[in-house]
């Protein structure tokens, strides 16, 4: 079992940027996939981002296209999410989670997901 822990949330105003870090114990995140995830009050946890294991392959949701970037270094353990031009609405507690499987494209839903860590607030003000 990996732990994940997530770190960089915070409050930013609109446009502004933050960087979340999400660090591994427990295993080497290796081959797995990576995902970015994030849950607004009220609301269920959506899909941002997710990397898969070699790196080579991401893929975001269409509402942080060209805002957002998933990126990932071994030799760190760990995974990142760049986020600049930050809005109010993405606004939201944000998860990083591992897949302990093989994929070319990466996970999109909150099932295909092993482990998660506890998030991180992030809060746009406007």
């Known amino acids: 079992q990996v732990q994940l822990v997530e770190s960089g949330g915070g409050l930013v105003q609109t446009g502004g940027s933050l960087r979340l870090s999400c660090a591994a114990s427990g295993r080497t995140l290796g081959a797995y996939s990576m995902g970015w995830f994030r849950q607004a009050p009220g609301k269920e946890r959506e899909f941002v981002a997710t990397?898969?294991?070699?790196?080579?392959?991401?893929y975001s949701t269409d509402s942080v296209k060209g805002r957002f970037a998933i990126s990932r270094d071994t030799v760190k353990n760990t995974v990142y999410l760049q986020m600049n031009g930050l809005k109010p609405e993405d606004t939201a507690h944000y998860y990083c989670?591992?897949?302990?499987?093989?994929?070319?494209?990466?996970?999109?839903?909150?099932?295909?997901?092993?482990?998660w860590g506890q998030g991180t607030q992030v809060t746009v003000s406007s």
């Open positions: 990397i898969t294991g070699s790196g080579f392959t991401t």
């Open positions: 989670a591992a897949a302990y499987r093989y994929s070319r494209a990466g996970y999109r839903t909150t099932r295909e997901y092993d482990s």
